[in-house]
């Protein structure tokens, strides 16, 4: 079948890891994974000028449920993201990012190079990294579950990002301040975790009541203040460590695009954290503007 932006399509997928310093062979068996997939075209611009298609793949079973494994050694899950560097030549700034994120963050993803073929065609160096989602492996934040309508249960987990309203789903609120004092740009957060298909309206009312009280506060007086101003609402040292990513990395998208934010429940946490990290392809001075 033909691959498709969504949804995706049950495919088959092998996976020869012969191990460090070792040749794969076409004609080697798959001695690491040989089992059904569903697979789909992601991302935005990526996909669309780029003659390297990324795409998300998630491990199935015959009868298309999820099936967990630990994927080219990654931690165990069934969601996982091909990342195909295109404009990046070097073909490591994602990798790079992520590998400096995961020595100072509570959590960036993991990932493995691979070659890829698609039908017996050869695609090229493709990134292999974990999709960013709620897991005791990846974002370990509390589940907030449909039925998590008030009390502690509903003020965590959320995962909401500020990205593009192209390639995927995007369903969120816009901020009642600009981005830049006399802008006229606002920030969109979009929904992440809970699924915007998922999230039910006194979720939605929460986390932007939060997010709005936060952002109150940032835009007050004694926005410097505790327990008034950003200590009462920020993880500091992840907004640090997220900073220094960006700026490091030179990245253009840094703060607007591909820019994660998490909130677990206040029992365990009542700050909001920056991360994970999340696309640097342009990053490192890979671009002209």
């Given at each position: 079948k033909t691959i498709l932006d969504e949804p995706k399509i049950q495919a088959r997928m092998q996976i020869t890891d012969r191990g460090p310093g070792l040749i794969n062979h076409l004609s080697d068996p798959p001695n690491h994974y040989d089992g059904?997939?569903?697979?789909?075209?992601?991302?935005?611009?990526?996909?669309?000028?780029?003659?390297?298609?990324?795409?998300?793949?998630?491990?199935?079973?015959?009868?298309?449920?999820?099936?967990?494994?630990?994927?080219?050694?990654?931690?165990?899950?069934?969601?996982?993201?091909?990342?195909?560097?295109?404009?990046?030549?070097?073909?490591?700034?994602?990798?790079?990012?992520?590998?400096?994120a995961r020595r100072i963050m509570p959590?960036?993803?993991?990932?493995?190079?691979?070659?890829?073929?698609?039908?017996?065609?050869?695609?090229?160096?493709?990134?292999?990294?974990?999709?960013i989602k709620r897991d005791k492996n990846r974002v370990n934040i509390a589940k907030l579950d449909s039925d998590d309508l008030a009390g502690d249960s509903l003020t965590g987990g959320y995962i909401i990002k500020l990205d593009k309203t192209t390639g995927a789903t995007a369903d969120g609120w816009e901020s009642p301040y600009f981005s830049l004092p006399g802008g006229w740009q606002r920030p969109f957060y979009q929904y992440h975790v809970p699924k915007p298909a998922d999230i039910r309206p006194e979720q939605r009312q929460y986390i932007q009541q939060w997010m709005t009280a936060f952002e109150d506060a940032m835009y007050g007086p004694q926005f410097a203040t505790p327990g008034i101003g950003y200590p009462k609402?920020?993880?500091?040292?992840?907004?640090?460590?997220?900073?220094?990513?960006?700026?490091?990395?030179?990245?253009?998208?840094?703060?607007?695009?591909s820019t994660f934010l998490y909130k677990d429940r206040d029992s365990q946490n009542p700050h909001l954290f920056a991360g994970p990290i999340w696309d640097f392809n342009i990053g490192f001075g890979n671009v002209n503007y």
């Open positions: 059904y997939i569903g697979i789909e075209w992601r991302g935005s611009t990526s996909q669309f000028f780029s003659d390297k298609k990324p795409y998300s793949v998630e491990t199935r079973k015959a009868d298309s449920t999820d099936l967990t494994v630990a994927l080219l050694g990654l931690p165990k899950e069934s969601d996982w993201v091909f990342i195909a560097p295109f404009s990046d030549k070097s073909l490591v700034r994602d990798a790079f990012a992520l590998e400096l959590w960036a993803s993991h990932s493995r190079f691979v070659e890829l073929l698609v039908n017996d065609e050869y695609q090229g160096i493709y990134l292999v990294a974990e999709k609402y920020l993880d500091v040292p992840s907004f640090i460590d997220f900073t220094l990513i960006n700026e490091i990395a030179k990245n253009v998208d840094g703060y607007r695009l």
